[in-house]
């Protein structure tokens, strides 16, 4: 919620012209003995905490026409003493006036940095519909630096036939060289989730996207889900924490591979692939994919959110009511220490939506060839992805 603030007129500062009041309230309690011309100046002094260069300028006017007449009133205005008063109020307004230039010019580059931040972090984890094929979808995204949301967190969910595919992940380290590596993970589940035959051929995309990155250590968590219309979930989990399926009869439970997967862009290490689940919902049924922003929250006893237990909280409203309870009841349990950042994604399953044909290899795995990926022409050398495929 924004501050209230006193508001400003062209020519005038309202927070300004009060304490100008308030010294000529104050100069008239004290009597004709003891005047307070000099502190008159105060007027700019504050108008340039917000106000532009006009309103410093109008209130320096103010204050000096406020000086002048009480200086009459006193019949000192032609003396020395209110000379040099009014001299300070004008050499005081020349300079709250040039402060306030300064602070008008910080204040447009900030904004145009929040703007870029936000753009930037809104292509990382854009607005969903609320309805996506047999699914309703709610998602939240929360940075832990309120002046600075780009971060390496980040999902996605496209429509394919008969289904949905949906995508959520968390980049290494944070910051535009997070933000960098998200959006080409980003970039390539977007062009090829519609299109690929297989869920697994669109990890192999997003992990082949960023071995062709500059970047150095890159590696991304991720989880890569496919929802048909009958209920048949697959998951493919790269190192990422797993999603909680809330049964619509009651009952929560993770949804964990038989087998832990590698991170994306790890490929060298280990065999590379990504661990494997598959999962059959009901109507009513909904899944909570998230970032480990969300269960690593602490409390001021260093206690982890205990997510499992108040998976209760993603039933009886509708999602998009959940993923907000959710949020308050984390911030209740983080407070004074604050949440990291975290996407979350909270998926309600609605029920077969009659005869439609499921994405083709949908659930299954389908055999990739170098060739069809393109790694004949691709400039990665020595690449582990393709001397898995060729295993």
């Not at 062009?191 to 669109?202: K, T």
């Not at 280990?270 to 009513?284: I, Q, Y």
């Not at 077969?352 to 389908?366: N, S």
Request: charged share 20%; proline share 6%; net charge negative.
């Amino acid at each position: 919620m924004k501050n209230p603030r006193m508001p400003t007129f062209t020519y005038l500062d309202c927070g300004g012209a009060w304490a100008v009041l308030g010294v000529a309230l104050l100069d008239l309690v004290l009597g004709e003995e003891v005047r307070l011309l000099a502190l008159y100046a105060v007027g700019p002094v504050v108008a340039s905490a917000r106000g532009r260069v006009p309103a410093v300028a109008g209130t320096g006017l103010f204050a000096a026409v406020w000086a002048g007449v009480l200086a009459y009133h006193d019949d000192v205005l032609a003396s020395p003493r209110a000379g040099v008063s009014l001299l300070a109020i004008a050499l005081v307004t020349a300079v709250a006036a040039a402060a306030a230039r300064v602070r008008q010019g910080h204040e447009r580059g900030h904004a145009v940095m929040r703007d870029v931040a936000a753009t930037a972090q809104d292509a990382l984890a854009p607005p969903v519909p609320e309805t996506v094929g047999p699914v309703h979808i709610a998602a939240s995204y929360e940075s832990a630096a309120d002046a600075a949301r780009i971060g390496g967190d980040f999902y996605e969910v496209v429509p394919v036939r008969g289904g949905v595919r949906v995508l959520i992940g968390d980049v290494q380290g944070k910051g535009l060289r997070a933000a960098g590596l998200a959006a080409a993970l980003l970039g390539a589940f977007r062009e090829y989730a519609a299109v690929s035959p297989s869920l697994e051929e669109v990890g192999v995309r997003m992990s082949c996207a960023l071995a062709r990155r500059p970047d150095d250590e890159r590696f991304a968590t991720a989880v890569l889900a496919e929802l048909t219309s009958d209920g048949r979930m697959s998951l493919l989990n790269y190192g990422h924490p797993a999603p909680l399926l809330v049964r619509a009869g009651g009952g929560a439970e993770w949804i964990e591979p038989e087998r832990p997967g590698m991170p994306l862009g790890l490929d060298d290490l280990a065999d590379g692939r990504p661990g494997r689940h598959r999962e059959v919902l009901h109507t009513g049924d909904r899944v909570l994919f998230h970032t480990d922003g969300l269960a690593e929250a602490r409390d001021e006893g260093g206690r982890f959110y205990p997510l499992g237990a108040h998976s209760g909280l993603l039933r009886d409203a509708p999602v998009g009511r959940c993923l907000a309870r959710m949020r308050e009841d984390v911030h209740r349990h983080a407070a004074p220490c604050g949440a990291d950042d975290s996407a979350l994604l909270l998926l309600e399953f609605e029920g077969p939506a009659g005869a439609v044909g499921a994405p083709r290899g949908a659930g299954a795995h389908v055999p990739l060839r170098t060739a069809e990926l393109g790694c004949d022409v691709c400039a990665v050398r020595d690449c582990p992805i393709a001397a898995r495929l060729r295993a």
